[in-house]
Each structure stands twice: as structure tokens, then as C-alpha cells.
């Protein structure tokens, strides 16, 4: 069993950058694959990134590559998103997840976050 929970949400300007954090409870926490996922209203959620349990492999969305930065501490039990650049089209609730293995695919991970808001006005 894996809690989490997600901070670091805000309301910022294009082009300015925001850090989001999400801290895990429970001792298997390096045993998972971490995303983060989107949700803009009327949308579906969408991927933005993920990391492998030893931090060594990461994938981004396409939309968020090059801006948007994930990590992760395994002895803290944390993973980040640090986002650069931001855009009023990145506005959206940010969730952290947990997974068995790293994917793009929401229904893969087994444990989420209560999300985050981010919102980015022009």
C-alpha cells in the first residue's frame, strides 16, 4: 500500500516556473515506477512524465519535453516535477502515481494522489 500526496500547486504567469513535489508513505515506495498525470476540465487525464524506481530511466510527454523536469528520492520517499516555462495550456490538476512498471498509460498505476491545482494565466 502506497499514500500520496501531492504540493507545490499555485497560480503563476506564463513563463514562470513552479516545483511540484509528492511525498510517499510506506517502506516499498522504491519498488514503484512514479508518473505524473493532468487533468484539465473537460478532459481526459493525460500523461506528462515518469520515472523508473531507480530514477535512471524517465519518459515526457512531447507537450512538456524539454520544460518539464521529473526526479525522485528514494531515502526521502519524494518524487518531483519541476516545471519550467510554463504555459496557460499546462493549467490543469497535476496527480502523482504509482506503479508496478513504467508506463504512459493511467490505468497501469495502482495509486494516486488527491492532485494538485496548477494554473497558468496569460
Known amino acids: 500500500q502506497v499514500q500520496l500526496v501531492e504540493s507545490g500547486g499555485g497560480l503563476v504567469q506564463a513563463g514562470d516556473s513552479l516545483r511540484l513535489s509528492c511525498a510517499a508513505s510506506g517502506r516499498t515506495f522504491s519498488r514503484y515506477a512514479m508518473g505524473w498525470f493532468r487533468q484539465a476540465p473537460g478532459k481526459e487525464r493525460e500523461f506528462v512524465s515518469t520515472i523508473s524506481w531507480s530514477g535512471g530511466i524517465t519518459y515526457y510527454a512531447d507537450s512538456v519535453k524539454g520544460r518539464f523536469t521529473i526526479s525522485r528520492d528514494n531515502a526521502k520517499n519524494t518524487v518531483s516535477l519541476q516545471m519550467n516555462s510554463l504555459k496557460p495550456e499546462d493549467t490543469a490538476v497535476y496527480y502523482c502515481?504509482?506503479?508496478?512498471?513504467?508506463?504512459?498509460?493511467?490505468?497501469?498505476?495502482?495509486?494516486w494522489g488527491q492532485g494538485t491545482q496548477v494554473t497558468v494565466s496569460s
Open positions: 502515481a504509482a506503479g508496478p512498471v513504467i508506463l504512459t498509460t493511467p490505468s497501469t498505476y495502482s495509486y
